[in-house]
């Protein structure tokens, strides 16, 4: 094995924290830091313009394209579960909507006895990555790299949506990241100038030039290298070369909610039988490495429209994308510059519930499949994510060869409660539908359809046909237990020069979307980096 110099950190992957840690770990020039990523650099224009987005879901180039173990309360269904492979990650290949969750949800991970992670201790981090177009407020920034704006253009099917969901009795929410999240409005996207800003475009192409960062694509990390329980560097493969390179400070694995416990595991730092199964020696019996996956399940259903005014119908023919083409090159405006989702309503549909528990929301088109042919009449699509699921599944390998997809168990549904709460939450959307606003748009209800009109009929609807909303955390749970995998500063629980920083640490999932927590992650992570390497430098020299 090649072993090139030594850096002072190793950044494993370059998603949505690893390039938040990749700027900020650079910036003063004092640190010399290598950022692995096992895809490709992102210059295809499918990963800038939004309605790219489509197109990546089934792009092996930029996708991981992994799919769940069978899910049992869906059927035995295996379920999609698509991961940005590029740099920026799944910034790189997501649905553009900028929602960061409920100050709840970071209190929460405060009472789990995380010191820091409150929401008045996480809020000054959403602001310090946001240059939100509408500017600075008490929760907004407007000076940091991430692009936040409104949608350029508003669809008379969003803004007949988000009527309806007053007329359903729901308030207007025009900041859904502000005091309050409950109510209709739209939302707010990662995007600059109808271009995407992903992680790799706002936060690691400005720090590209800088000579102290090194940024390999197309490597893929194999292992962490140990001197006992600190971690000293890595092992990778680009092509089929094995290379090495030694960490001075730490090993940052910031590979997502699947890869990195992938990698915590190969490693040796994983449940022991497991891993003694499969020949890996054990560095650490840590059950909890890959436990605890959390991720967002929703209902979708399908309605078409009256008039041939949906994105379906936009693309159908060659005239149309020919003026959509020319109108986006022109203005950067129209289809080609709407996210997956653009307007929606947060609700409370469980009576238990004190905060919203769903997430209703439109989408300006329709197809049989996720990612698939769009539907040859004009429709939409009526999505529900149920934003707090109980329910906790596991990420384990089932191969020593780092480059086998691991297995991946979300558990959808586990619980009663996130199956009422779900069934409760569809209700909602379909009343939403369903109220004069809307209902003069909508022809019919093609999926689940009218006769699907009782609580059983709608929950073997959605366990046949309900999907993820792409946001799993929890695979490397932050907390002060045995099971937890970081402490509150995100090191690696028992080791020292190794820490985990991207969504996986999350001790549940927020109730909203996941890459402006992630990115909050990224930067309060890199912060805790840096002080812990400033306290480590003033410490006196040991003398003998
Ligand atoms: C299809 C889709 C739609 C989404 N829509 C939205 C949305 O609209 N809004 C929102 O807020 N969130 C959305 N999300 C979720 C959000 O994008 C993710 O939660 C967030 O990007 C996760 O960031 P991360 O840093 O944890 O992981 P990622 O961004 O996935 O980054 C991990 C990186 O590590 C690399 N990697 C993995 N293993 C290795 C290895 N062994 N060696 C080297 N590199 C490795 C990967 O290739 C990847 O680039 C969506 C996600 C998807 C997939």
């Given at each position: 094995m090649h072993m090139s110099e030594t850096f002072d950190?190793?950044?494993?992957?370059?998603?949505?924290?690893?390039?938040?840690?990749?700027?900020?770990?650079?910036?003063?020039?004092?640190?010399?830091?290598?950022?692995?990523?096992?895809?490709?650099?992102n210059l295809h224009p499918s990963l800038h313009i939004p309605l790219g987005y489509g197109k990546l879901f089934s792009d092996r180039r930029f996708n991981w394209c992994y799919t769940?173990?069978?899910q049992p309360q869906c059927h035995d269904r295996e379920v999609i579960a698509p991961r940005g492979k590029v740099l920026g990650g799944s910034s790189s290949i997501n649905g553009l909507i900028y929602i960061r969750g409920q100050a709840e949800d970071f209190n929460y991970w405060r009472q789990l006895g995380n010191a820091g992670w409150g929401f008045e201790d996480v809020l000054p981090y959403f602001r310090k990555a946001e240059a939100n177009e509408r500017g600075t407020d008490q929760f907004h920034g407007a000076s940091g790299p991430l692009s936040v704006s409104n949608l350029r253009d508003r669809h008379p099917l969003a803004e007949a949506f988000v009527e309806a969901a007053q007329q359903c009795g729901y308030p207007r929410n025009d900041d859904f990241n502000g005091p309050a999240q409950e109510g209709a409005g739209y939302y707010q996207t990662t995007m600059r100038n109808g271009l995407r800003s992903s992680t790799a475009a706002c936060y690691l192409k400005p720090a590209r030039r800088r000579p102290n960062l090194e940024v390999v694509s197309q490597?893929?990390?194999?292992?962490?290298?140990?001197?006992?329980?600190?971690?000293?560097?890595?092992?990778?493969?680009?092509?089929?070369?094995?290379?090495?390179?030694?960490?001075?400070?730490?090993?940052?694995?910031?590979?997502?909610?699947?890869?990195?416990?992938?990698?915590?595991q190969l490693s040796g730092i994983g449940p022991a039988p497991l891993l003694q199964s499969l020949g890996i020696a054990v560095i650490a019996d840590a059950p909890g490495v890959g436990g605890a996956l959390n991720d967002h399940f929703a209902g979708r259903i399908i309605l078409r429209c009256r008039n041939s005014i949906t994105l379906n119908d936009a693309v159908r023919n060659w005239g149309g994308?020919?003026?959509?083409?020319?109108?986006?090159?022109?203005?950067?405006?129209?289809?080609?510059?709407?996210?997956?989702?653009?307007?929606?309503?947060?609700?409370?549909?469980?009576?238990?519930?004190?905060?919203?528990?769903?997430?209703?929301?439109?989408?300006?088109?329709?197809?049989?499949?996720?990612?698939?042919?769009?539907?040859?009449?004009?429709?939409?699509?009526?999505?529900?994510?149920?934003?707090?699921?109980e329910s906790r599944g596991f990420v384990r390998i089932k191969s020593a060869d780092p480059r086998a997809a691991p297995a991946i168990h979300p558990n959808y549904l586990a619980t009663r409660k996130d199956r009422e709460t779900l069934v409760v939450g569809v209700k909602v959307l379909r009343r939403i539908?369903?109220?004069?606003?809307?209902?003069?748009?909508?022809a019919e209800e093609i999926e689940p359809g009218k006769q699907c009109d009782n609580d059983d009929d709608l929950l073997d609807f959605i366990r046949?046909?309900?999907?993820?909303?792409?946001?799993?955390?929890?695979s490397c749970r932050m907390g002060q237990d045995r099971d937890a995998v970081v402490d509150e500063r995100l090191r690696v629980r028992g080791f020292a020069g190794l820490r985990v920083v991207d969504a996986s640490i999350m001790p549940a999932v927020v109730s909203g979307n996941t890459n402006a927590a992630t990115i909050m992650i990224g930067e309060k992570g890199a912060e805790m980096i840096l002080e812990d390497a400033r306290a480590e430098r003033s410490k006196p020299a040991a003398t003998f």
């Open positions: 950190f190793i950044i494993v992957g370059a998603g949505s924290a690893g390039c938040v840690l990749a700027n900020r770990l650079t910036a003063s020039g004092r640190h010399r830091v290598l950022l692995l990523e096992a895809g490709p650099r769940t173990e069978p490597a893929l990390a194999t292992r962490i290298l140990f001197d006992g329980r600190r971690a000293t560097g890595l092992e990778y493969l680009v092509g089929s070369d094995k290379r090495g390179a030694r960490a001075g400070v730490e090993v940052i694995v910031a590979s997502g909610a699947f890869n990195s416990p992938q990698l915590l994308r020919l003026a959509a083409g020319l109108r986006y090159a022109a203005t950067r405006r129209g289809y080609l510059a709407v996210p997956a989702i653009s307007a929606g309503c947060f609700v409370r549909a469980h009576p238990a519930s004190e905060t919203p528990d769903s997430q209703c929301s439109i989408a300006l088109y329709s197809a049989g499949t996720i990612g698939g042919e769009l539907h040859p009449y004009p429709g939409v699509t009526g999505v529900c994510t149920l934003l707090r699921p539908f369903q109220a004069p606003a809307m209902a003069r748009h909508i046949r046909r309900g999907s993820t909303t792409y946001h799993p955390v929890g």
